[in-house]
């Protein structure tokens, strides 16, 4: 099921229409994990819960879907085979802890069926498991996935090299797709580009960007470069901007390709909510959350899309002032 039994070119209308033209996608998940007890000071990130809490990953995914999500992202976006290998993994290991990432997303998945079959058959829509694939710079974990400063010896087969065997495991793993995550330059992009071709990726994937002030990539990169980047790939069905704050209707209409993440800035959660349909009717196809919010702001984004512009806002705040990602599709 999914994505990778479809033809890539007619996939994403395809599984937009089945569910009205639109899709909702998880919430933060690092920020849950923490929310359930696990202790996150680590180089791994949220990949440390593979290691020493995969019940919690379990729990979080689960409660996503029950908030209503189409779209759970696996716990991977910190997870490399390099950085497992520095925790004292040798490489099988480390490639297992990988794959283990998809498996527990397409477990609670399977699951989730199993209790609300007759939920979802009603809708006729499938639920997608999205590989996450962080950049380098979250592999060092120093901040530069936020610059795109990787210094002058981090080349185009650097990054290749760097990412091949990573991609390769996951997207033989029963994900649906791929989603690259926090892309903050050009260079990058590229790389996944040809690694996407090189090695024949059998799924789809989407690549999204991270900007500061809605023009460039936060390296300073052109955004509508990076974005032909992804365009260039035919397996690349998605493209968009993350934690770019103030910037949303000028980057749906300047862009116009298929994601976006934003930042909230300064509005009160109530009216953040009340933008969705907004934002929809401007081209947002898949909305969802990033890093703080929480499985109540994905069940006021899915309440509010199948119910329209006249759904009744929230009594109460769902969210704290944190970033949000919203996909828009062509």
């Known amino acids: 099921m999914g994505f990778a039994s479809y033809k890539?070119?007619?996939a994403k209308s395809d599984f937009l229409r089945s569910n009205g033209g639109y899709a909702v996608i998880d919430g933060g998940f690092a920020t849950e994990l923490e929310r359930h007890g696990a202790d996150l000071n680590d180089s791994l990130w949220s990949a440390k819960c593979l290691i020493d809490s995969p019940h919690l990953v379990r729990r979080v995914h689960l409660d996503y879907l029950e908030a209503g999500a189409d779209i759970i992202i696996t716990a991977s976006y910190q997870a490399t085979i390099q950085g497992f290998m520095a925790k004292g993994f040798d490489k099988e290991e480390s490639e297992a802890l990988l794959q283990k990432s998809v498996q527990i997303?397409?477990?609670?998945?399977?699951?989730?069926?199993?209790?609300?079959?007759t939920e979802r058959s009603l809708r006729n829509f499938p639920i997608l498991v999205?590989?996450?694939?962080?950049s380098y710079g979250a592999y060092l974990a120093d901040g530069s996935e936020y610059s795109g400063d990787y210094g002058e010896k981090v080349t185009l087969e650097y990054l290749k090299e760097f990412h091949r065997r990573r991609i390769r495991?996951?997207?033989?793993?029963?994900?649906?797709?791929i989603a690259f995550e926090t892309i903050p330059n050009k260079l990058e992009a590229q790389a996944y580009a040809e690694l996407l071709e090189e090695d024949d990726i059998k799924i789809p994937a989407w690549f999204s960007f991270t900007s500061n002030d809605g023009v460039n990539v936060v390296s300073g990169d052109s955004i509508l470069e990076c974005a032909s980047v992804a365009d260039s790939c035919d397996?690349?069905?998605a493209v968009g901007i993350n934690c770019t704050p103030r910037f949303i209707h000028g980057l749906i209409l300047s862009i116009q390709q298929t994601k976006t993440w934003i930042k909230s800035s300064g509005m009160s959660d109530i009216d953040f909510i009340s933008y969705v349909n907004k934002w929809h009717e401007a081209?947002?196809?898949l909305i969802g959350g990033c890093c703080r919010t929480t499985p109540n702001t994905i069940r006021a984004i899915s309440n509010n899309l199948s119910e329209g512009p006249d759904a009744p806002r929230?009594?109460?705040h769902v969210t704290s002032s944190h970033s949000v990602k919203y996909q828009l599709v062509t």
């Open 130 to 134: 999205a590989a996450s694939v962080g």
């Open 169 to 177: 495991v996951l997207a033989e793993s029963g994900a649906d797709l």
């Open 8 to 10: 890539l070119a007619s």
């Open 283 to 285: 081209g947002a196809s």
């Open 314 to 316: 929230p009594s109460e």
């Open 105 to 117: 997303a397409c477990e609670v998945r399977a699951d989730y069926y199993e209790n609300n079959g």
């Open 235 to 237: 397996k690349v069905l």
